[in-house]
């Protein structure tokens, strides 16, 4: 199948911004999400980014994508604490009815 | 409020043992998927389905089956249960839909096969 790659972990200092980076290989794709994972919980959507889009912003969230590269980038600005989680970039599978297909995940550190 | 539920949360079992993991939604959504989370491969898709049923394999789907007899259940059946398959279990489901695809994730259920 198709592979998302994602770094494994980032650690950030609070307050700082955290930039997650994603790279996916379905060029058709129409929708990037950004999931959320805290621990011992199931994934919650973030946000999402429509392919005719280069940047999405949404309070501390910025998504950012590079259709050219294949690339796709969540920063979070003002990181907190609570920020500190698994993120996962997914990508909807071209011609499925709802199929996504995940990275394997970011786990973010916030230090004080 | 509509919501997606796993049972049990966690599970202990004994190799060769049949488990069976359930999975109910009350969204109304036509989609749901099974999917396995293990360190280093991220969620891998277990089973999905379509619709009542529907039911398609996924990229790690041996040793598994699936069954939709209604639109708010997904159960997912070990049929003789391995080590290889302690994992945490997801299910999710979402509108059926060209365009888009959010899904909606339940919180999950730790197996543990000894």
């Known amino acids: 199948g198709e592979d998302v790659e994602q770094s494994l972990f980032l650690s950030v200092r609070e307050g700082d911004s955290s930039v997650i980076n994603c790279t996916y290989t379905d060029s058709s794709s129409t929708y990037l999400y950004w999931y959320k994972q805290e621990p011992g919980a199931g994934l919650q959507l973030l946000t999402y980014?429509?392919?005719?889009?280069d940047m999405k912003q949404d309070q501390r969230l910025t998504v950012l994508l590079n259709k050219k590269d294949k690339h796709l980038s969540l920063r979070i600005a003002d990181t907190q604490t609570g920020d500190s989680a698994i993120y996962f970039c997914a990508e909807k599978i071209t011609d499925s009815w709802g199929k996504l297909q995940f990275g394997a995940g970011t786990q973010v550190v916030v230090t004080p | 409020d509509a919501e997606i539920t796993q049972s049990p949360r966690h599970k202990i079992t004994e190799t060769g043992r049949q488990v069976t993991l359930a999975c109910h939604q009350t969204w109304n959504h036509n989609n749901m998927f099974w999917y396995r989370q293990d360190l280093g491969h991220g969620l891998r898709l277990i089973h999905y389905s379509y619709g009542v049923h529907d039911t398609n394999k996924g990229e790690v789907s041996d040793g598994y089956s699936v069954s939709r007899s209604n639109t708010e259940d997904l159960p997912l059946t070990l049929e003789s249960a391995a080590s290889s398959q302690t994992s945490v279990y997801f299910c999710?489901?979402?509108?059926?839909?060209?365009?888009?695809?959010?899904?909606?994730f339940g919180p999950g259920t730790r197996l543990t096969v000894t």
């Open positions: 999710a489901s979402s509108e059926s839909s060209q365009l888009g695809g959010e899904q909606y």
């Open positions: 980014i429509f392919s005719n889009m």
